[in-house]
């Protein structure tokens, strides 16, 4: 068995230690070579060492006093392979004479990144093979209307998932809308009921930006157990959840990543917050914070999975996307990172479709 801490040798000058104490083995599944080369996209030479835990192959590798870049990790592809699962499973569901999966998005308003959010599900869901509708309502609906909408589509039997896109407008209250959804048929996974069947580790609709990054840990193989892990952010719709899903037993029902997790907040001090991050094995950036994560907060080979999403204007006066984390900086240090866009935003999309299905198999039981 390899230990992921090695301790400095003794000829190691004085300035050496706490470096080497710091460092963490990072873990990637072993794969056909032409699916790493998609998923994961290797920018420097590094040794690995291979064995076997509960019957499962990975690779460790070590840091080493020399530079070397992070393997960035596409969640485009990853998404890519959750749409053949989920193809499948609509065609099962098909096959045996139930009806296609049915998704119903509300949208209120004009705003360009929710009518983005609401095209890419949309395009998603048609790809898949799941049917889709759009409605739309002004920003001027009022919250009455607007609950009434969401208790006809609860009450149609066409209708397998649904979610009302966030952000609404300021007079109406959040909560009151998530909460009148159908818990069965909350794909986004924010009802009150989801949320706590989450948080006592049972079985429920898992919100989707929280079960991406869950995913792409997962299936990338990024060891958990005994890890340290850091989450800047805590909303209740992201930080919180991916919290939960890393801290509790794996051997409950819903499994957990049994992860020792640390939240930072806003009002996390910067220097404290370093501190933390310093000694994570992952990181979690959440915060909606520009280039939060510096490459001066992120120990040598850690994992670091970018949530966040900012629009910015460039010198050029073009707008483009940016995370938490300084991509480019980070990169020569992470063992692991994700870029934005590219990174956890399609894996979101992706969820959301699995919940759709999950959703359509959990009404034929009802």
């Not at 080493?64 to 065609?91: C, F, M, N, P, W």
């Not at 907040?265 to 950036?285: N, V, Y």
């Amino acid at each position: 068995m390899v230990c992921p801490y090695r301790p400095p040798p003794p000829q190691q000058p004085a300035t050496r230690p706490l470096r080497l104490l710091n460092m963490a083995a990072s873990i990637v599944p072993i794969c056909s070579s032409s699916l790493c080369s998609r998923v994961f996209q290797p920018c420097c030479r590094t040794r690995f060492r291979t064995y076997r835990n509960s019957g499962i192959q990975r690779r460790h590798f070590h840091s080493t006093d020399a530079s070397y870049a992070a393997t960035v990790i596409s969640g485009t592809e990853l998404a890519r392979q959750i749409h053949k699962e989920i193809q499948r499973d609509v065609e099962e569901l098909v096959s045996q004479g139930n009806k296609r999966p049915h998704l119903s998005v509300i949208r209120v308003g004009n705003d360009p990144a929710s009518r983005s959010y609401v095209r890419n599900k949309t395009k998603a869901a048609a790809a898949l093979g799941i049917f889709s509708e759009t409605l739309v309502r002004p920003a001027s609906v009022s919250q009455e209307e607007l609950l009434q909408m969401i208790d006809t589509l609860n009450r149609d039997w066409r209708v397998s998932g649904l979610l009302v896109q966030l952000p609404l407008p300021g007079h109406i209250n959040e909560r009151a809308v998530c909460n009148a959804i159908a818990p069965e048929k909350d794909v986004d996974g924010f009802h009150i009921v989801n949320i706590g069947k989450l948080c006592l580790d049972q079985r429920s609709m898992v919100p989707a930006t929280p079960a991406a990054v869950w995913e792409i840990i997962r299936r990338t193989g990024i060891e958990t157990v005994g890890r340290n892990v850091v989450v800047a952010g805590r909303s209740k719709n992201v930080g919180m959840p991916i919290a939960m899903l890393l801290h509790t037993d794996r051997r409950h029902e819903r499994p957990g990543g049994d992860a020792t997790v640390t939240i930072a907040h806003r009002c996390t001090p910067k220097e404290q917050l370093k501190e933390l991050t310093c000694l994570a094995d992952i990181i979690i950036a959440a915060a909606g914070v520009p280039n939060l994560i510096t490459a001066d907060m992120v120990k040598p080979g850690a994992a670091v999975i970018d949530v966040g999403i900012s629009r910015v204007q460039d010198q050029t006066g073009k707008v483009r996307l940016i995370g938490d984390v300084d991509f480019e900086e980070v990169k020569m240090k992470a063992g692991f990172i994700t870029p934005v866009p590219g990174g956890v935003g399609p894996m979101t999309v992706a969820m959301v479709m699995k919940n759709t299905v999950t959703a359509a198999r959990n009404a034929l039981t009802h």
